[in-house]
């Protein structure tokens, strides 16, 4: 494994309800980072469906088994081009359906993630909640954790992750307007916070009445925005992470006099009340 990997972060408008042609961009933007050498590509939110439905029976249509025939497909491109994907996608499972993330690599499917935290949003007003809890897979490219959007809101998401030993953070999204801060200045606390790196992939364009503000980033493990798109474009940004930098959570700013460490230093028997169910 080296310890260097090329992400690429591709900020694509979506179609909703058309996902042959979402796939057919999707495999097409592949193969245009794999020519630049990236290793993990990343595609936003529901990058394959679209996201503005008005209803749960109006997106069933377009829902997919995971796996399933457009996974298929990605993995095929995976194996040719020797690349590792995240793609968002609209899943169903037997009576239900979830807003989930695919990771798929040369050797087919390595995991997928179901989001756990809905906003009252666009088809998060009606998939259910995620069913099963945070997970981090390893790769040839390092350990690679996924959540979705409004779930980098809740901090212990990538705290989880990182405790299981999370390299890179991934989280596709569908920030609209009003979301701006979020993409200013949270995704670089959970960076900065979890010493881990960061992508964070946003789509742009206007679907159904809602603006989306793009903002797509590549963020290191000590926080420092390593690339950015801007907010109206359709593009593709790549950035490089050394693992080593997020495997080593203790800095030492002078030997013995000031030195940290965001994992060993926690506390976590004062910590009880995070898990508490609260009434406010």
Avoid at 76 to 81: I, K, P, R, S, V
Avoid at 84 to 104: Q, S
Avoid at 225 to 252: C, F, M, P, W
Wanted: charged residues 25%.
């Amino acid at each position: 494994m080296s310890d260097k990997v090329k992400i690429a972060a591709v900020q694509m408008d979506p179609k909703i309800t058309e996902n042959s042609g979402n796939l057919d961009r999707i495999l097409s933007e592949i193969k245009v980072a794999a020519d630049k050498s990236a290793d993990l590509i990343v595609f936003p939110e529901c990058a394959l469906t679209g996201y503005v439905f008005a209803s749960r029976e109006e997106a069933m249509p377009v829902m997919e088994t995971i796996p399933g025939p457009s996974t298929d497909k990605l993995a095929a491109c995976c194996q040719e081009l020797g690349v590792h994907v995240i793609v968002g996608l609209l899943e169903i499972d037997a009576d239900k359906c979830f807003n989930a993330a695919v990771l798929i690599g040369p050797q087919g499917l390595v995991g997928k993630y179901r989001k756990n935290h809905l906003p009252f949003l666009g088809i998060d007003r009606f998939v259910d909640h995620g069913d099963k809890p945070f997970q981090v897979y390893q790769t040839p490219i390092g350990n690679i954790g996924m959540h979705i959007c409004y779930d980098c809101n809740f901090p212990e998401s990538a705290r989880v992750m990182t405790l299981q030993g999370a390299d890179i953070l991934v989280l596709p999204t569908n920030w609209p307007e009003g979301r701006g801060y979020v993409a200013r200045y949270i995704i670089n606390s959970r960076a900065y916070e979890n010493k881990v790196h960061f992508v964070a992939v946003n789509r742009v364009g206007r679907e159904r009445g809602v603006k989306f503000i793009g903002q797509s980033k590549i963020i290191s493990a000590l926080g420092d925005t390593l690339a950015q798109a801007d907010s109206d474009n359709e593009q593709i940004i790549y950035g490089e992470v050394n693992l080593a930098d997020a495997r080593q959570k203790h800095i030492v700013f002078k030997p013995g006099e000031f030195e940290i460490d965001y994992i060993h230093d926690r506390r976590p028997e004062l910590y009880d009340k995070i898990t508490e169910e609260q009434n406010m």
